[in-house]
């Protein structure tokens, strides 16, 4: 057979709609994953040290590359720049994240946390959500604590126009409040708990319900192209949160190692406010993203164009989870 006609051939099937509608060439292989550790996921920092990724992918001459994230806005700008394969951030800054054009797919839960609350110092005359406006609030945008302070205004009538919000990352909203540049601060653990130990800081208004969930995300892309990958990925993650779930004195131990931070501010975070005992993006994570993203969408954040249930059925896969408990 010529080579002309073994192309006709070929162009004729494909015509014909005979042919696969998969990419006649296979994806790029991976020689890198490109993962966040943060000290707001605690099973990602138990992971690193023990170097399961590492294990588990030498022997396909795989590297493990990790970068630290500071908060949901930095995971998903790296997530959204390819800088970063997996990312965590919390399941509504990840909503937001999508409807807004960030090609992410939420794959796993690696914590229940109450991790934002708002804060103010023990010394001033604010004592509930009311008593914010006019005031200054340190807050990070694109994160939980973000769209935990949005909340709370629309729950008390307020917008964030009644407020001066203080555009500062985490650790440096605590430093500001504390040195008194700010009235409140949008809080996330470990640094809100370490001013309240160590600065007598009050969390004046806490609604765990409206903590969404820790959730691990991958980039769309690597997800369709490498799925296999993310499955041996997120199997890895699973041995860290049951080894991190049944070992609190190790957890703690390396957490103490990153962070410096001393025990009473340790167990405040880690035994008070968080629970690992989940892994699945099932019903009751799903409703929690919801609610909030509806909330979102009444305080204007969202617009109310965006179909909120579809957005969140296209941000959540969890067909990579095997097992539930």
Do not use: C
Request: net charge neutral; aromatic share 8%.
């Amino acid at each position: 057979m010529t080579v002309f006609s073994r192309r006709s051939i070929f162009a004729s099937v494909l015509l014909a709609g005979l042919l696969p509608s998969a990419p006649l060439f296979a994806a790029d292989p991976v020689k890198t994953i490109s993962i966040d550790w943060a000290t707001y996921n605690p099973v990602s920092m138990v992971l690193k040290q023990q170097g399961l990724l590492e294990k588990e992918f030498a022997k396909d001459g795989i590297t493990v590359r990790w970068v630290q994230t500071l908060g949901s806005n930095k995971a998903l700008e790296f997530l959204n720049a390819g800088s970063i394969d997996f990312g965590s951030t919390a399941g509504s800054a990840a909503l937001v994240a999508r409807i807004n054009g960030n090609p992410i797919k939420s794959i796993y839960v690696y914590s229940q946390p109450e991790w934002t609350a708002l804060v103010t110092r023990k010394d001033t005359t604010i004592n509930k959500v009311a008593d914010l406006k006019g005031k200054r609030v340190a807050v990070t945008r694109g994160t939980d604590p973000h769209i935990f302070l949005v909340r709370a205004l629309l729950d008390a009538g307020l917008t964030e126009k009644d407020i001066t919000p203080v555009l500062l990352q985490h650790p440096d909203g605590k430093t500001a409040l504390i040195r008194g540049d700010v009235d409140a601060w949008a809080g996330l653990d470990p640094m809100m708990a370490a001013a309240e130990v160590e600065d007598g800081a009050r969390l004046f208004y806490r609604n765990a319900a409206a903590n969404t969930w820790g959730i691990l995300n991958v980039r769309e892309e690597f997800a369709k192209n490498h799925p296999d990958i993310v499955r041996r990925v997120l199997a890895v993650y699973e041995q860290a949160r049951k080894f991190t779930l049944a070992n609190y004195d190790e957890e703690k131990k390396v957490f103490i190692a990153v962070t410096k931070l001393p025990d009473a501010v340790v167990d405040k975070q880690l035994k008070e406010r968080t629970k690992l005992t989940f892994n699945k993006i099932g019903a009751e994570q799903r409703d929690s993203i919801l609610q909030a993203g509806i909330a979102l969408q009444k305080a204007g954040v969202i617009p109310a164009s965006v179909d909120v249930k579809k957005a969140l059925d296209d941000l959540v896969d969890d067909s990579f989870v095997a097992v539930t408990n």
